[in-house]
């Protein structure tokens, strides 16, 4: 170790933690680690255009929630789409924190895929889940949402590609055209809702795509992670778990 790294670690203990580059957002930190995708220009770009156009989908909570490190994932697991045939789905959509990154970040008005968006657009909807699944979802409908539609729609008018279906899931998978899926973001926070989903569309995904799973690994979301644990062992797949909270697939 030389002088200079040193005396940073002797400013380190003096100090706390906050002397050495790190993040500190979404429940989790990390430090003296290189983030240097958070302002890679691409990166830092996408992020800001998918920032704004949520302010007002989260007056509520009177700001938008800095998820950079899970929109970082996104990006990832749709960069490696590109190399896979299908199409781009999100099941949780909202105003479209994290998709619209995505979108922005590979200019997905450029591409010849789709990208289909389900969400009702107005909350989580009322059926089968567990109580405590009820309780979150009654807090986060009085707490966040409230009728994006119109948001959504427009953030994401200057992709033509990029296609809104507004419904309760999994109903609104009936009849959309999508053969292949080479990315899937799921978030829709209840384990019913999402098992009842990605057993629909499990044979469309093809092998080699990235499934994130938002709510996966975040506490109070343990309906969630216990149905995907489940569904993986019987499909044969494995789910890395990442600080954000999130849960990685990639299918085998
Ligand atoms: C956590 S939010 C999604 C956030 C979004 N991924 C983003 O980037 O901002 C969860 C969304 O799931 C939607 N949702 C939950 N259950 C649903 C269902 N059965 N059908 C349609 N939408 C549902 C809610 O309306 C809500 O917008």
Redo the contacts with the bound molecule.
Sequence with gaps: MGIREFKKRLRFLANGEDSLPGYKADGFRVMNKNIEFMTETKFAAAWKF?EAG?RE?WAKRKRVPD?RWR?HTCCFAAQRALKLEGDFV????????????VCEYLDFGALDRKFWL????????D?EMTAREAAR?KQ?NAG??FD?FDIANRNFSKFDNAILVK??????LEGVPIEKIAYL?I????AR?EK??IDRVWDKVVPGAAIVL??YAFIGCEEQNAMWNKFAAVHGQSILTLPTGQGLMIKQ
């Design positions: 998918a949520n989908a998820v929109a999100e099941f949780g959509v909202n105003a479209g924190l994290l998709s619209m990154t389900f969400d009702t657009f107005a909350g989580i909807p059926g979802a986060r966040i949402y994006v419904g309760f899931l999994p109903n609104t973001s978030d829709l926070n209840v809702y009842e989903c938002d709510d």
